[in-house]
């Protein structure tokens, strides 16, 4: 008997390391790792303008208002609850209490205010504070108690307590300035060139359901890592557990080998689109600027285009057709009463008929006998843009239209569709990161200069663009959310009816997660996998290079 | 003409009649999208498959030998006849002819012709045809590709240059151009070919890289080199090893070109 319990607590020491570590590696701990597309130009949430910055500013910064990548709901950060007054000027939060910073500061509505003060301060020239600029003038803040903050904007800004998901709250007193964060992680270590590592904030003020702490990870390594074929190989070997999004090509090349590490959120932000150059002023032939000024013919190449095709063989069906400026991802705003543009090539012929254009032969001409050939410009080296343009040059040759394809590097492209504007017709794509119609309001607007098919209007050159104008300004000035929907279903209406962006594809969001990560839930809003890395955590049995 | 070279000769010829018959014996029209059977694999119908957007992959074959093999070895053709005149007359004259000749050649060695090529295709007009767009590609590799050549060419032509052959020319009142073209040109023949055929499969790969830049063969005209950047996709490559035949092509007929000259042309 004493020979049995001598060997059960010897193989109770042996086993007791392996124990811990599976207990510690199942609920606790851990560290993940993922990979920056490039270098952070900044560690200040309040400069960041691009990927890098934004993946860290994610990661460490605490914000008084969530949104919920999953929901699309707002939820509670480091406010409890917050009103915001019926004009759109007045937003007033109540804050936790006892929550402290990183480095221990205590966190106090004075830490808001200061925040808010340096946003809005015009020296400091924060892309994130560009948003809360509705007018010239200064933000009244006032700061009642520790626990409570009221601030107000000089005009309305619409969807003003969604845009806090973005304000990362920094430290008034702190020595260490920014680097003292009230978010999961905080910035431990930077080697420009290779990695940023993070550690877990013990500060941080979330606990799970049990009540146990969060973030349960200990750190996240991310290697900045520029390279996206290296990236995928490293992810195979094991050596990275997360990529925030993949391309088409490279999703399927993954799921080939291994089906549980692909993943395909559904329908992201992010379109694909074609426009005709409308300014009056560009380079172009009379009977060409014609053609691209005709609402019949800018909704006959519309019909005209295949989208099932383009998703199916371009994205290898990953992408779904789109008709609109919102995506069907985007749940609140998109106007799901808008019909599904058909393709039907001899529709686009009657409507090109009635438009006095006439198929002689096989060659489409307008009423004073020209041949309809025009080119598109799109970015070089982009594969998946110059095969949609390739299959929209089959796919108009049936309605007897020349389709020349031309690429450019981007920075000449940029040039012609800016400046210049010699050019067609151009394909590209919008990066949407944001749910809120008054993110695109440089695009809307004839005055914007994303306006992109006829940039710049000193006032707008058509009906329907001067009602566009009307309905953006009410859209965001509209105090409730539900005013602001209809006059924007309505700007979408008419960008369904004029076509002046002929919306192609919305792109599927697809990212690739080791079967190590547990908790994951991948969200087609960015980012995509991590946006709950606090609970992220590192499965028992399947350890970093498992999956090799 | 040995069997080696009569062999050689045969499978040029063979591939040049199919190029210029491509027309009559393409399966499918090589713009012509099959999308119900994109990356498909040898069939019947498509004896080499389809492309990713489903286009033929031997009508793309045959249509791109065309364009490569007629203007690859012009564009190779146009900078080795630069390189040679400018090469052989500064070896031959020597002096500050030959020191201005070799300054101007590393100065335009060391600047950057990717940018000259990308401000080239920004002025260009957008309506430019695909196959003037592939001309002006081809014309500018052969008026930038002779820079490395020159400096060989001039070596050489040093080394004739005091030889007895050319200083009996000299003392018989031979002229420059004669001296030139009789003397010196025939002695560096060889070294002609040579880079001549280096060039070719160069100014090929040189093509692949300026579509990308939007000043080569735009799509949906097909080129050795447009073919050749799906070798990027290397997983795809390896479940369809058909799709390397552009490169084998490149390969027989670059080898081919080597083995059809009589041996002293090539290593004299």
């Known amino acids: 008997m004493r020979r049995v319990c001598m060997v059960f607590a010897f193989t109770l020491v042996l086993c007791w390391p392996a124990f811990v570590r599976a207990e510690s590696a199942g609920q606790s701990g851990g560290e993940l790792h993922f990979c920056l597309r490039g270098e952070p130009k900044t560690f200040n ?15 460490t910064g605490g914000v008084l208002i969530r949104l919920n990548r999953q929901t699309q709901a707002l939820e509670p950060g480091l406010a409890i609850s917050w009103k915001v007054s019926d004009d759109g000027r007045k937003i007033s939060f109540r804050l936790r209490s006892g929550l402290h910073f990183s480095d221990g500061t205590p966190f106090t509505s004075e830490d808001v205010a200061y925040t808010i003060k340096a946003l809005m301060d015009p020296q400091l ?50 020595p260490k300035k920014e680097m003292a964060v009230l978010g999961p992680f905080y910035v431990a270590d930077y080697a420009p060139g290779s990695y940023v590592l993070l550690r877990r904030n013990v500060n941080y003020w979330k606990k799970d359901k049990e009540g146990k702490p969060l973030p349960y990870l200990d750190s996240i390594r991310l290697d900045i890592q520029r390279n996206r074929d290296i990236e ?12 925030n999004t993949l391309d088409a090509e490279y999703f399927d090349r993954l799921q080939k080998e291994s089906p549980a590490a692909a993943h395909d959120a559904g329908p992201g932000l ?147 569709i800016t400046r210049t504007y010699d050019y067609e017709a151009c394909l590209l794509g919008l990066v949407n990161t944001d749910l809120d119609p ?26 329907w663009e001067a009602e566009l104008d009307r309905l953006m300004q009410a859209q965001s000035s509209a105090s409730t959310d539900k005013k602001r929907k209809l006059d924007w279903d309505k700007v979408q209406q008419i960008v369904a009816d004029q076509q002046p962006f002929i919306y192609l594809v919305n792109k599927d969001a697809m990212s690739a997660i080791s079967p190590a990560v547990v908790g994951s839930s991948p969200s087609v809003l960015d980012p995509h996998v991590f946006w709950n890395a606090e609970v992220l955590r590192l499965g028992p049995e399947l350890a970093l290079g498992a999956q090799k | 003409m040995n069997a080696l070279q009569k062999v050689a000769a045969s499978v040029l010829l063979v591939i040049f009649v199919l190029m210029v018959l491509a027309t009559f014996l393409l399966p499918a029209p090589f713009a012509r999208q ?119 060419i001039c070596a050489a032509a040093r080394g004739v240059r005091d030889s007895d052959f ?12 004669r001296l030139l ?53 290397f997983s795809a490559l390896s479940a369809n090893p058909w799709r390397l035949v552009p490169l084998v092509l490149l390969v027989i007929v670059v080898t081919c070109f080597q083995l059809v000259l009589p041996p002293q042309e090539v290593t004299q």
Request: with cysteine.
């Open chain 2, 34 to 152: 099959f999308r119900d059977i994109p990356n498909a694999g040898p069939s019947k119908a498509h004896p080499l498959g389809t492309d990713a957007l489903g286009r033929d992959s031997l009508s793309r074959l045959l249509y791109g030998t065309r364009v490569s093999l007629l203007l690859a070895p012009a564009a190779a053709l146009l900078s080795t006849l630069i390189a040679a005149l400018l090469g052989s007359v500064a070896g031959l004259l020597g002096g500050w002819f030959e020191r201005i000749v070799l300054a101007a050649t590393d100065l335009s060695l060391a600047l950057p012709w990717l940018f000259l090529l990308l401000v080239v295709r920004a002025m260009l007009p957008l309506d430019v045809p695909p196959l003037v767009s592939v001309l002006i590609a081809f014309l500018m590799m052969g008026l930038l590709g002779w820079q490395a050549s020159v400096r060989v």
């Open chain 1, 125 to 174: 020239h924060s892309p994130t504070g560009d948003s809360f600029r509705s007018s010239d003038g200064q933000v009244a803040i006032q700061t009642p108690s520790s626990d409570t903050i009221v601030a107000t904007f000089p005009a309305p800004v619409a969807g003003l307590e969604r845009l806090f998901d973005q304000v990362a709250i920094l430290s008034a007193h702190s």
């Open chain 1, 270 to 416: 992010d379109s694909e689109q074609l426009w005709f150059n409308q300014v009056p002023a560009a380079p172009l032939s009379e009977n060409k600027k014609t053609w691209f000024h005709s609402t019949e013919f800018r909704k006959a190449i519309s019909m005209a285009i295949n989208r099932s095709d383009l998703s199916r063989i371009v994205f290898s069906g990953h992408a779904q057709p789109a008709f609109g400026p919102v995506s069907p991802a985007n749940h609140f705003w998109f106007n799901s009463s808008l019909p599904a543009q058909k393709y039907d090539s001899a529709e686009a012929l009657r409507l090109l008929a009635r438009a006095g254009f006439r198929l002689v032969g096989e060659t489409l001409r307008d009423a004073s006998g020209n041949r309809v050939e025009f080119t598109v410009i799109t970015n070089s080296g982009n594969k998946s843009r110059e095969q949609m343009v390739t299959m929209i040059q089959q796919d108009l040759s049936q309605i007897g239209i020349k389709v020349n394809l031309v690429t450019l590097d981007f920075p000449s492209l940029i040039e012609r």
């Open chain 1, 232 to 243: 995928l190989l490293r992810f195979r070997r094991g050596e990275i557990h997360l990529i």
């Open chain 2, 166 to 177: 050319l200083l009996l020319a000299r003392s018989t009142g031979c002229a420059p151009v």
């Open chain 2, 181 to 233: 073209w009789r003397h010196v040109a025939p002695n560096l023949r060889p070294l002609f070919y040579a880079k001549f055929f280096i060039s070719i499969p160069l100014f090929i790969l040189t093509e692949a890289n300026l579509s990308i830049l939007g000043l080569g063969v735009m799509e949906p005209m097909p080129s050795w080199g447009t073919l050749m950047r799906g070798f990027e996709d």
């Open chain 1, 438 to 463: 008054n993110s695109q309001m440089n695009v809307w607007l004839s005055s914007a200069e994303n306006h992109q098919w006829n940039p710049k209007q000193s006032k707008p050159a058509t009906a």
């Open chain 1, 45 to 59: 949430p309040l400069l960041v303008e691009e990927d890098a910055s934004e993946t860290i500013r994610y990661l």
